[in-house]
């Protein structure tokens, strides 16, 4: 059982890091043959400072266009498009 169990683990592991691979490798074709690798969205940030009586006060800034990449991963320091798209209010707590 136990020997069934390590070989399931290193099997999703591996599989993890094809996927991972393989999408990175899809990410340098789509920058090698200039098919719109990365993109763009609008995130809205905006502070949550508490107060002394036990309350919280919101302080909203400009929207801000956020680079983004068309993967599944993040790359190259930037965050899948799919992620931050369902995510465009961004809470900063002080």
Request: glycine share 4%; proline share 6%; aromatic share 14%.
């Amino acid at each position: 059982m136990r020997r069934l169990l390590a070989r399931a683990i290193l099997y999703a592991a591996l599989s993890l890091c094809a996927l991972y691979a393989g999408d990175y490798l899809v990410l340098r074709y789509r920058i090698a043959a200039n098919r719109e690798p990365f993109g763009s969205v609008q995130i809205r940030l905006y502070y949550a400072v508490p107060q002394k009586d036990k309350k919280t006060e919101f302080y909203f800034l400009d929207p801000q266009t956020q680079p983004c990449v068309h993967a599944l991963f993040p790359h190259m320091g930037n965050s899948p498009c799919w992620y931050l798209s369902r995510r465009t209010q961004q809470r900063i707590e002080m």
